[in-house]
């Protein structure tokens, strides 16, 4: 009987009462500032999940958000206390499912994400993404689980590879830029001078002097910090590129 009900593929769904009991755990994560900043429609189709989980059986009330790990690239654990927080609650027998647009959003470090499904398993967490929903506690299921885990490490691989390889051929080829010091501006033609403006490469050349008299970088912030002065600097990016603002 149990054989002809998996053939015919009428099992049950994997959500049961007891995944429902607890919470369903949205996790919401870019890789950098950069693309917080500019690739919005990502984050938006990442919160966009917590609807989904509604639609899966959960209540609003029981659906929770954690996004602390935006801007952190998911090569490690370490330095991301979102998906940390997210090991420890489904250590603790809070949830009842994860939710991830994919894969990658979770981990990308096969270490990470074969702890976590060990740790699913022992808890009973389901887990899902764009694809579907999968119990890390049954064979099929960890067998793929581990497949995708796999290709996201190598994604990252790949990534760097190629990122490398682009900065190589741009240095080769004499175009590799790199945000000018201050007290240097670099010209549309490519030439790299020093600051046009004169109080800027005063307050420049200050610092220097200041630092041959005391022979020590907290002899000059003292020195600064005691006059009152600020420094120069050039706005690197926004509406303001390009104009020099001053700082302690």
């Not at 330095?79 to 949830?95: C, D, N, S």
Request: glycine fraction near 10%; include cysteine; charge should be positive.
């Amino acid at each position: 009987m149990s054989r002809t009900r998996r053939i015919s593929g009428t099992l049950p769904s994997k959500i049961e009462g007891r995944h429902l009991d607890r919470q369903a755990v949205v996790y919401v994560r870019q890789s950098t500032l950069q693309q917080v900043a500019h690739n919005k429609e990502s984050t938006a189709v990442q919160y966009a999940l917590v609807e989904r989980a509604c639609t899966l059986g959960w209540a609003r009330l029981r659906v929770a958000v954690i996004d602390d790990d935006l801007g952190c690239s998911a090569a490690s654990a370490a330095g991301r206390p979102g998906f940390q927080r997210l090991v420890a609650e489904v250590g603790l027998g809070h949830v009842g499912l994860i939710l991830g647009f994919e894969v990658s959003r979770l981990a990308r470090s096969c270490r990470d994400w074969y702890h976590l499904l060990e740790i699913c398993a022992l808890a009973g967490t389901l887990i899902g993404d764009n694809d579907g929903v999968y119990d890390p506690g049954l064979y099929n299921d960890r067998l793929l689980l581990g497949l995708k885990g796999t290709m996201s490490e190598a994604e990252l691989h790949i990534m760097r590879a190629r990122f490398e390889e682009g900065r190589w051929n741009k240095a080769e080829r004499g175009d590799f830029g790199f945000p000018m010091p201050r007290g240097f501006i670099r010209r549309p033609s490519g030439e790299i001078v020093q600051d046009p403006d004169e109080r800027a490469r005063d307050s420049l050349h200050l610092v220097f002097e200041i630092f041959e008299r005391r022979r020590s970088i907290h002899g000059v912030v003292r020195y600064f910090h005691a006059h009152s002065l600020q420094l120069p600097d050039r706005v690197r990016g926004g509406p303001a590129k390009g104009d020099l603002v001053w700082a302690p």
